[in-house]
């Protein structure tokens, strides 16, 4: 079982930063867990912002690219989601996920990031 703990959500002004992090209960990169950052706004649909790929290689929403950064810290189970410039429309309720399996998906509980205009 592994458990996922997000943090760094706040309210930004616009063209400003914020830092997610996603704390693993247990090693998450020794399982294969594929990571990556997600975000649902009010109304829409859950979207995919960024992810380490199967490969080792990262991916961005098109939306994203280019402002938000996904990198790791191995060492202590951590996933970052480094968002600059932020917009906004990036207003959303921002979740992780470790992916293993069909029978092994993991989210964390989200962390609102709300960015004024």
């Known amino acids: 079982q592994v458990q996922l703990v997000e943090s760094g959500g706040g309210l930004v002004q616009a063209g400003g930063s914020l830092r997610l992090s996603c704390a693993g209960s247990?090693?998450?990169?020794?399982?294969?867990?594929?990571m990556g950052w997600y975000r649902q706004a009010p109304g829409k649909r859950r979207e995919l912002v960024a992810e380490?790929?199967?490969?080792?290689?990262?991916n961005y929403a098109d939306s994203v690219k280019g402002r938000f950064t996904i990198f790791r810290d191995n060492a202590k189970s951590t996933v970052y989601l480094q968002m600059d410039s932020l917009k906004p429309e990036d207003t959303a309720v921002y979740y992780c996920r470790a992916y293993v399996s069909t029978w092994s998906d993991y989210w964390g509980q989200g962390t609102q990031v709300t960015v004024s205009s």
């Open positions: 247990r090693n998450i990169f020794s399982i294969n867990a594929i």
């Open positions: 380490f790929t199967d490969v080792g290689s990262t």
